[in-house]
């Protein structure tokens, strides 16, 4: 089993709909969450870490349920910008140690 | 805003050539890694580096792979021996306590290993 696992998409998405990303962890000690936007050859951005209550940036929604080893994003009135790729990423603890990786969500907001 | 800066941006070297990629972290990090993302592929973990030396590194980081601290503000990799499948894109990234753990990125080395 990979040790973080995403729909790699593609998702094409009309501009100003809601679009919900989701990702599994197999490491049930991880205890830092977080979703990455990266665009097209470029390095990865943190969107967002991730809270076991939940959290909210704006447009963005992250969901964490331990339970179930689950992760969600969910992106409101979706715009042109958000397009690019959501890298979910989990590291086991909250320290400095290594970030582990999903393969990607790739989104297209189309106008 | 301070950032992650990686030099140079493309580096094209032929097979069993020894290449050196560059890493200038943010100046009160204390925490190095590095990256590689293959084309097409997830990024994966190489090394983190602390208090001037390794404190992990991955199966990938075999004895082709050394890192190095040289002076106060640079952070190297060097790959050995270059492979054709050691194309790949190369993220040095740096993290602080002090800020949440937020690991920053910096913009990659293209390494294409012909």
């Known amino acids: 089993r990979k040790e973080v696992e995403q729909d790699p998409g593609p998702f094409n998405v009309p501009e100003g709909a809601t679009v919900a990303f989701n990702c599994t962890y197999s490491?049930?000690?991880?205890?830092?969450f977080f979703w990455y936007r990266q665009d097209c050859r470029k390095e990865p951005k943190l969107l967002m870490s991730?809270?076991?209550s939940g959290n909210e940036d704006g447009r963005f929604t992250a969901q964490l349920n331990r339970a179930s080893q689950y992760i969600s994003l969910l992106i409101r009135d979706s715009k042109l910008s958000d397009s690019a790729t959501y890298l979910c990423?989990?590291?086991?603890?909250?320290?400095?140690?290594?970030?582990?990786f999903g393969t990607g969500t790739r989104l297209t907001i189309i106008p | 805003e301070p950032e992650v800066t990686q030099t140079p941006s493309h580096q094209v070297t032929q097979m069993g050539q020894e290449v050196i990629l560059r890493c200038v972290p943010i100046?009160?990090?204390?925490?190095f890694y590095w990256y590689r993302q293959i084309l097409g592929q997830k990024v994966e973990f190489l090394v983190s580096?602390?208090?001037?030396?390794?404190?992990?590194k991955s199966e990938i980081f075999d004895d082709q792979f050394s890192v190095e601290r040289p002076d106060g503000s640079n952070f190297t990799l060097k790959i050995r021996s270059t492979k054709l499948e050691d194309s790949a894109m190369y993220f040095c990234?740096?993290?602080?306590?002090?800020?949440?753990?937020?690991?920053?990125f910096g913009q990659g080395t293209r390494l294409t290993v012909v």
């Open positions: 990423v989990v590291r086991s603890n909250f320290g400095n140690e290594k970030l582990t």
């Open positions: 580096f602390y208090n001037n030396e390794i404190s992990e």
């Open positions: 100046s009160n990090h204390l925490y």
């Open positions: 490491n049930s000690a991880s205890q830092s």
């Open positions: 991730v809270y076991s």
């Open positions: 990234a740096s993290s602080d306590p002090g800020q949440n753990n937020e690991a920053f």
